[in-house]
């Protein structure tokens, strides 16, 4: 009998019938070793008489594997039972393995353990448009200039509150005009463009900058060409402008920077090399002297007043006794730095097209007002050439810096026409 074998038996066995089993299966020693089958079955020696009689509980206790074949720790199982006891010790150990990568996740990690490391700051330079920090990509951008109309059908107009300077004279008929010059400012709307005028491309020079404009008076337009200016003219540029359907013309062309950007990529014009304004640091005065300005180039249609908000240290800008609103954004106009130049002008002679077109005398020196952090410095400005930049200087000859930001620049017949007050 097999040591595994083992049934429950509800009735004993016969001592006859265990006798008789014994003499059929009896084998020496020597013959059990010798017919130990495939499975390596343990083969238990004949029962004796005395034993044969014991109850089925007696044969139903657990085996002693003390005195097997195998050895004391060597019990002899199936190989099926062997399978799935090799199973289950492969379960528990990836049960205890999980048990412990989950504990390890689990736990709070030590914040002592870790150094921080600050992220760097972007880098950034000075615009040398207008001073304000930007990035080397954006400063290394070619400046543009838009000439853009300031008649009453053309407000609100679009795009001057990203410019970085703005120009302002007269054209015809006592209506001022603003030459916009961009280069970190990408406005998606600009306009209503307008045509070319001398002295505004004589202020264009110094910044290397693409003139945009559709057409011009016969003097700018040969200027133009004279004196290699980046020309952008819609009458050749058609496709980078755009007539709009809301307003008639002529107040109604208009363009963007991206644009303008297109066009002047395509004619090879990347960056603009020029020696802008020298800045600043904002350093509002602990005691204002100049908080409103009233300008006044011909009558109350062009009539300007800024008030100076010391909260932003910037100057609200209104134009016939309204507010000057950006049309992009709906939002006021507020330029940092505000200047004005005296600057002597005439309606010219008739050209041969028959019209007087407006002449300023730009090129030259006269009296300047810079307004700025709520107070006002007196100077000169002067202008030696066509291509040199315009400086500002104080009473005492240094140049005047001004704060980083919008400046805006309005040219004036007369002192007469500027006015301040606390």
């Not at 020693?29 to 020696?45: R, S």
């Not at 039972?81 to 390890?104: A, E, N, Q, R, S």
């Not at 795009?159 to 030459?179: D, H, K, N, P, Y």
């Not at 004005?340 to 028959?354: M, Y």
Request: some cysteine; glycine content about 6%.
């Amino acid at each position: 009998m097999m040591i595994d074998d083992f049934r429950p038996s509800n009735q004993p066995r016969r001592q006859s019938d265990s006798l008789k089993q014994n003499s059929e299966n009896f084998q020496t020693p020597d013959e059990a070793a010798a017919t130990d089958d495939v499975e390596d079955q343990a083969i238990i020696p004949v029962e004796p008489l005395e034993e044969a009689a014991q109850d089925t509980m007696a044969r139903n206790k657990k085996p002693n594997f003390k005195n097997s074949r195998r050895g004391r720790f060597s019990p002899h199982w199936p190989r099926t039972k062997k399978c799935w006891t090799g199973l289950v010790v492969v379960v528990v150990l990836l049960l205890i393995g999980g048990f412990l990568l989950l504990d390890k996740h689990s736990k709070v990690p030590d914040i002592t353990s870790f150094t921080t490391t600050a992220k760097p700051k972007p880098a950034t330079v000075a615009s040398r448009l207008t001073g304000v920090q930007v990035t080397p990509a954006l400063a290394k951008l070619p400046v543009t200039g838009v000439m853009i109309e300031n008649s009453i059908d053309a407000r609100p107009q679009s795009g001057l509150s990203q410019a970085g300077v703005v120009f302002e004279a007269l054209a015809e008929g006592g209506i001022t005009r603003f030459m916009a010059l961009y280069e970190e400012g990408q406005p998606t709307s600009i306009g209503p463009v307008r045509s070319a005028r001398p002295y505004f491309i004589d202020w264009l020079l110094p910044f290397d900058a693409g003139y945009a404009h559709v057409g011009g008076s016969p003097a700018a337009l040969s200027e133009i060409q004279d004196l290699n200016v980046r020309d952008m003219n819609q009458f050749y540029n058609g496709s980078y402008y755009t007539r709009i359907s809301s307003r008639q013309a002529p107040h109604n062309v208009y363009t963007s920077m991206a644009q303008l950007s297109a066009l002047e990529q395509s004619k090879g014009w990347t960056t603009s090399n020029f020696v802008g304004f020298p800045r600043k640091s904002d350093s509002p005065s602990k005691q204002p002297t100049a908080t409103t300005i009233n300008m006044n180039p011909s009558n109350s249609q062009m009539a300007v007043n800024y008030t100076y908000d010391p909260t932003k240290n910037s100057y609200k800008r209104s134009e016939a006794g309204a507010p000057m609103i950006d049309a992009n954004t709906g939002q006021q106009l507020e330029p940092k730095v505000v200047i004005a130049i005296i600057v002597p002008w005439t309606d010219g002679a008739l050209d041969s097209s028959g019209a007087y077109y407006t002449d300023y005398s730009d090129i030259g020196s006269g009296a300047v007002y810079v307004f700025q952090d709520g107070t006002v410095t007196q100077g000169t400005w002067t202008k030696s050439t066509q291509t040199s930049q315009i400086q500002f200087n104080n009473a005492s000859g240094t140049p005047i810096k001004l704060n980083a930001g919008q400046t805006w620049i309005t040219a004036l017949g007369s002192s007469s026409e500027v006015s301040y007050s606390n």
